[in-house]
């Protein structure tokens, strides 16, 4: 079975439709970038141009990142403010007339790296982090997700955390690869102390150069490993979601 996976994200809007049984990508990803501001009518409206491009017609999962209700979306650190309270998925529906499903980003890649990467058989406390223009963390106990945790912002050194450890903050202060990763290593073994997960799962875009500073960050006994997905998490995970849409 095929569903189109679309990833809304802060700078890019992306979508493939996704093979559910392999989490493979039928076709190359076509990608949008986010309207500023990022308000909702101009974001579902770029959602509805990815939808035309592939001529779809069938369910879509599509990823938020931000906190996502039964489909109402909660908060809005990296989007327009104007989003808190928007039913997105309704939204989303009406514009594309194709059923959808819209879920958290990180829970999203979460879902994936669970089923077919990193956190694949994985039966203990498994914790995704993403990595990129906010921090988004997804908690899974024995497969199953808790969705919508937002250890993101937890507080480090008077910040919230994801100000000092995201991708985002790396390339504004321009940080050398040691530097960051010392901060990423604060945050992770904060986290740890907190949920004693057995495996970390590091995501986002900055999760292809792992080998630079992945050597940086020591969890106390959980493991460590980079994402299998990459960039193409998000999409395959939201297409999961959406698949009981199809049944
Ligand atoms: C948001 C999360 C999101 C993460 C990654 C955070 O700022 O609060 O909901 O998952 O960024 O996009």
Not at 3 to 27: F, H, M, N, R, Y
Not at 29 to 47: G, L, Y
Not at 121 to 137: A, E, F, P
């Amino acid at each position: 079975m095929q569903i189109l996976g679309i990833d809304i994200g802060g700078s890019g809007i992306k979508g493939a439709p996704v093979e559910i049984d392999t989490g493979e990508l039928v076709t190359d990803r076509f990608r949008i970038p986010t309207p500023d501001p990022s308000k909702p009518e101009a974001v579902a409206d770029v959602v509805k141009e990815i939808v035309k491009n592939f001529q779809w017609k069938g369910p879509i999962g599509c990823t938020f990142p931000a906190i996502v209700r039964r489909g109402v979306v909660e908060s809005a650190a990296n989007v327009d403010d104007s989003w808190i309270g928007t039913d997105g998925q309704k939204l989303i529906q009406k514009k594309t007339k194709c059923p959808t499903i819209l879920l958290n980003d990180a829970d999203a890649a979460g879902i994936a790296e669970m089923e077919f990467g990193a956190g694949r058989g994985n039966d203990g406390v498994v914790i995704m982090l993403t990595l990129g223009t906010g921090i988004g963390t997804a908690i899974f106990n024995k497969g199953v997700l808790l969705p919508n945790t937002e250890l993101g912002h937890l507080e480090i050194r008077g910040k919230d955390a994801e100000m000092r450890a995201s991708d985002r903050i790396r390339q504004e202060k321009d940080l050398d690869w040691d530097n960051w990763g010392e901060r990423v290593n604060e945050y992770v073994q904060r986290v740890e102390y907190l949920f004693s997960p057995d495996l970390f799962i590091i995501g986002g875009g900055v999760s292809k150069k792992a080998d630079k500073f992945l050597p940086h960050i020591k969890p106390v006994h959980a493991q460590i490993v980079p994402a299998q997905l990459l960039n193409d998490a998000g999409i395959v995970g939201a297409a999961m979601a959406a698949s009981a849409l199809a049944s």
